[in-house]
């Protein structure tokens, strides 16, 4: 088989997968299943990824990795902070529309154990949200690191919140911003920030 056609043969049964968990659930994926939709026999899933385990892990870790690539823009220096912030969750809200419930459930079964999942939590821990508190500090001048700590985790729940909860608020309110989330979020920082 050619390099590039094994390339997106691959691509193409992560992406499946990763369809069929955001639609079903983690339960519902099987080699089988998988295979039948992306129209590839089950030793071709074995073949790329070796295991349903493997699969499912590779399908979690690229949703996680596309969350982690929105805090590259953290660090550039062409921005002013507030922009810098206002770019970083337009690109979070981006990635978390991608698959939104693919996202639920990585966040809220914390007991499936995905080493990736660990991987993530590693991130925001140790990188990810020390960078969002330092923006913060550039923003409004708050040197106490708790207080830092509690309005980053306002300013990405308050984003993060109508996407990981679309279907119930979906039923509650008629109108919401999942088509327009860089309006949401220039009208959340203006809130914020005046």
């Known amino acids: 088989m050619h390099q590039d056609n094994e390339g997106s043969v691959r691509q193409h049964i992560l992406y499946v997968t990763m369809d069929l968990i955001n639609k079903e659930g983690f339960e519902a ?14 030793a071709m899933i074995n073949y790329y990824f070796g295991s349903k385990e493997n699969l499912m892990n590779e399908a979690v870790q690229t949703i996680i990795s596309t969350l982690q690539k929105s805090f590259n823009v953290l660090y550039d220096e062409n921005m002013t902070p507030r922009e810098r912030l206002k770019a970083f969750l337009v690109r979070y809200a981006k990635g978390l529309q991608t698959y939104p419930a693919l996202v639920r459930r990585v966040i809220a079964q914390e007991a499936i154990g ?15 949200l ?3 508190m330092e923006l913060m500090e550039e923003i409004t001048g708050e040197t106490d690191a708790t207080k830092q ?3 980053s985790m306002q300013l990405i729940g308050a984003m993060a919140f109508p996407f990981i909860m679309q279907p119930i608020l979906q039923k509650i309110i008629d109108t919401l911003p999942y088509d327009s989330y860089e309006t949401y979020i ?3 920082l203006e809130q914020y920030f005046g």
């Open 149 to 151: 700590s509690m309005m």
């Open 186 to 188: 220039n009208l959340l």
């Open 114 to 128: 995905f080493e990736t999942q660990s991987d993530f939590i590693g991130f925001m821990k140790n990188m990810g």
């Open 29 to 42: 994926v099987t080699v089988r299943k998988v295979a039948s939709l992306a129209d590839v026999n089950i």
């Open 130 to 132: 020390i960078q969002i």
